[in-house]
Each structure stands twice: as C-alpha cells, then as structure tokens.
C-alpha cells in the first residue's frame, strides 16, 4: 500500500538507495558542460575530465585519443556501478535491475543480426554491443537465418525468450524484418516491464508506470514517423504500439492513419505534456524532435530523485548516466571533427 514503503524498505534497499544517490551526485553539471564544450582537443576533455568520477578510467589512456576511447571507458563506469548494485541487490530490486538491462540485450541481437546480414565480421560487432546487453550465446546469433532459427538456437535460453512469441515467422530476415522485430520485442518488453512494477505497488508503480508511459508514448510517435512513406501498413504499425501509456488507446488510432510529421504533430498537441515539446518545433521538422525528447525525459527522470523509498531512482540513474555518455560523445565527436559551432546541438543538460 502506498505510503507504507518507510517501514520496510530499508531493510533491504537503504544501502542501495543511499548508492544510487550517491552516484548520482557525481553526475556532470551545467558548469561542466560548459567547460566540456569549450575544449580545442579530446586531451582537453581527458583533462577536464579527470577531476570528475571518469578520471580513474582515463588516467592510464595514452594521447592520441579517440572519440570510442572515451565512450567506451564512460560506459565501464556505468557498468561497474551496475554490476556493484546487482551483487548487492535482494529480490525483488535484483529482479528490477535486470529489467533494466533488456533494452540493450534487444538493441545487441539486433545490431548482430543486421551486421551479419550485411556480411560484417561478429568479433568487430561484438565489440560494438553495449556491454550491459551480454549474454552467452551472443556471438553464435551470426548463424541464423530467419526469426524461427533465432529463437530455436540462441534466445531460448535468454531473458528476452518470452517476448519472441509474437515475432516467430520463418520469413528470411532483411532490413524491414528486423526493423519490426526490434519493435516488437521493445513492445513486449516494455509491456513485461510495466506490468512487474505495476506488481510491486507503492511508489516504484507510480513512479516507474509515468517513466515507461512516456517512453511507450515516444517508441510510438518514433514508430510512425519512421514508417511514414515504407510499406508497413496500418494495421502492422498499430501491431507495434504498446498496450499502456497517455497515447494508449485514442492517440495510437489517431498515429495509425498519419501520412506525415504535421499530422503526427496535430495528434501530439491535443496532449498536453507532449504539446511542449513539439511547440519547440517548426512545422515539418523532425530532427530537433529527439533531442526535444530527451530534455522532457530528464526531467521526468530528475523528478524520480524527488521521493524516497521506491526503485525508480536506480532506474532513472541508469538513464541519466546514458544521457550523459551520449552528451560525451557528441562533444568529443564535435572537437574532434572540428565543429565546435554545433556542439550545442545535442547537449542534454541534466542539473
């Protein structure tokens, strides 16, 4: 029962808790952006850098850096704090924390699975996946042919297998394939997740359902601009929609039968927590609509910070500290490319 949470929850999640919050104080300010943005060389990054929490994991990097180099030790940092929590997690938050992780498992399968469609060699895609997103049988995903002999070979031992039920077809994979196979899994997954914290009540329910309706809420108007002119039709794109967030159901009807952005545009304003981010927008634009995206899910997710005792701030951290390797790497990418003018174009300021 909500309100209830004070009495039990520190038995088992107060350590954790106190972690996450701790961890959370490390990540980079305004100030630190500024400073990030006005860097003449990836060094320069390196050496601001060093005096935040990334400075032990770049210290022994030799010059000259790359872009990957700092993106790949950034993300160390986060998967060693994760893994910290994991260990130290009793159920039901070590359950939640795994949760957390089957984004990316979803994103590596389907990077594998393009990448070996397009005859690239496994070893340099497995470099590539996100670490967090690992599991055993990865590597031997290359050896599939169609979505039955993916399932039957590889996932059927992974935490994604329940979510394979509604995309098996003995259809050959190609690009449209695996692109409605993404979704589908992201469908389920999210659906799965929505449903587990609906189960543990209390705050982590309240907290975590407005988290998930708004990325629902996002994967859905995504879904339809990118399917806007491609074969998929009507009825295949509301297939790809989840069952739950604010759209769910009279907006996914009305983002079925869009033909273009200013009719998604004219479906999104009659909402008023998305009517914000697309005012930001000139009619007919889509590339500023990300980054819209991601500013209003910082926020949401800084507000998770707000209240105590439930599980959404680990949830909300692990998303803060992806935003924040992607503002790194937009900038180190910017100095290294020498296009400082744009530098600003993607930052998300976090605090």
Same mark, same amino acid.
């Given at each position: 029962?909500?309100?209830?949470?004070?009495?039990?929850?520190?038995?088992?999640?107060?350590?954790?808790?106190?972690?996450?919050?701790?961890?959370?104080?490390?990540?980079?300010?305004?100030?630190?952006?500024?400073?990030?943005?006005?860097?003449?060389?990836?060094?320069?990054?390196?050496?601001?850098?060093?005096?935040?929490?990334?400075?032990?994991?770049?210290?022994?990097?030799?010059?000259?850096?790359?872009?990957?180099?700092?993106?790949?030790?950034?993300?160390?940092?986060?998967?060693?704090?994760?893994?910290?929590?994991?260990?130290?997690?009793?159920?039901?938050?070590?359950?939640?924390?795994?949760?957390?992780?089957?984004?990316?498992?979803?994103?590596?399968?389907?990077?594998?699975?393009?990448?070996?469609?397009?005859?690239?060699? $496994?070893?340099?895609?497995? *470099? &590539?996946?996100? /670490?967090?997103?690992?599991?055993? @049988?990865?590597?031997?995903?290359?050896?599939? %042919?169609?979505?039955?002999?993916?399932?039957?070979?590889?996932?059927?031992?992974?935490?994604?297998?329940?979510?394979?039920?509604?995309?098996?077809?003995?259809?050959?994979?190609?690009?449209?394939?695996?692109?409605?196979?993404?979704?589908?899994?992201?469908?389920?997954?999210?659906?799965?997740?929505?449903?587990?914290?609906?189960?543990?009540?209390?705050?982590?329910?309240?907290?975590?359902?407005?988290?998930?309706?708004?990325?629902?809420?996002?994967?859905?108007?995504?879904?339809?601009?990118?399917?806007?002119?491609?074969?998929?039709?009507?009825?295949?794109?509301?297939?790809?929609?989840?069952?739950?967030?604010?759209?769910?159901?009279?907006?996914?009807?009305?983002?079925?039968?869009?033909?273009?952005?200013?009719? $998604?545009?004219?479906?999104? *304003? &009659?909402?008023? /927590?998305?009517?914000?981010?697309? @005012?930001?927008?000139?009619?007919?634009?889509? %590339?500023?609509?990300?980054?819209?995206?991601?500013?209003?899910?910082?926020?949401?997710?800084?507000?998770?910070?707000?209240q105590q005792f439930h599980y959404g701030v680990f949830f909300a951290y692990m998303r803060l500290r992806e935003q924040?390797?992607?503002?790194?790497?937009?900038?180190?990418?910017?100095?290294?490319?020498?296009?400082?003018?744009?530098?600003?174009?993607?930052?998300?300021?976090?605090?």
């Amino acid at each position: 029962m909500y309100g209830f949470e004070a009495m039990t929850f520190n038995i088992h999640g107060g350590y954790l808790e106190a972690i996450v919050r701790g961890h959370r104080s490390g990540l980079l300010t305004a100030a630190d952006y500024n400073n990030l943005c006005q860097c003449e060389t990836l060094d320069d990054i390196k050496m601001h850098l060093s005096a935040t929490e990334y400075g032990p994991y770049l210290q022994n990097e030799p010059s000259p850096l790359h872009t990957t180099t700092i993106v790949e030790k950034c993300t160390l940092k986060l998967v060693d704090e994760y893994k910290h929590m994991l260990c130290q997690a009793t159920e039901p938050l070590s359950t939640f924390l795994e949760y957390i992780t089957y984004g990316h498992m979803i994103d590596n399968v389907v990077l594998i699975v393009t990448g070996t469609l397009h005859e690239r060699d $496994v070893q340099e895609l497995l *470099e &590539k996946c996100h /670490p967090l997103g690992m599991f055993d @049988s990865i590597a031997t995903l290359a050896v599939a %042919q169609n979505m039955r002999e993916l399932y039957r070979l590889v996932l059927v031992d992974t935490p994604l297998a329940p979510y394979f039920s509604e995309c098996i077809t003995s259809e050959d994979l190609d690009d449209m394939n695996i692109e409605i196979m993404r979704n589908t899994l992201y469908k389920a997954y999210l659906e799965d997740f929505y449903r587990f914290c609906q189960k543990l009540g209390g705050a982590t329910a309240e907290i975590m359902s407005d988290l998930l309706a708004f990325e629902a809420d996002r994967r859905a108007v995504n879904i339809t601009i990118n399917s806007i002119g491609t074969e998929l039709t009507r009825d295949d794109r509301r297939k790809l929609y989840s069952s739950f967030g604010l759209l769910y159901p009279y907006g996914h009807e009305e983002l079925a039968v869009c033909e273009d952005i200013d009719q $998604v545009r004219g479906c999104m *304003e &009659k909402y008023p /927590p998305y009517q914000s981010i697309f @005012s930001k927008l000139s009619y007919g634009e889509t %590339q500023m609509l990300d980054k819209a995206f991601y500013e209003e899910e910082v926020k949401r997710l800084c507000l998770a910070f707000e209240q105590q005792f439930h599980y959404g701030v680990f949830f909300a951290y692990m998303r803060l500290r992806e935003q924040e390797i992607r503002n790194l790497m937009w900038i180190s990418e910017c100095v290294a490319q020498n296009q400082k003018s744009r530098v600003h174009d993607s930052v998300v300021f976090i605090f």
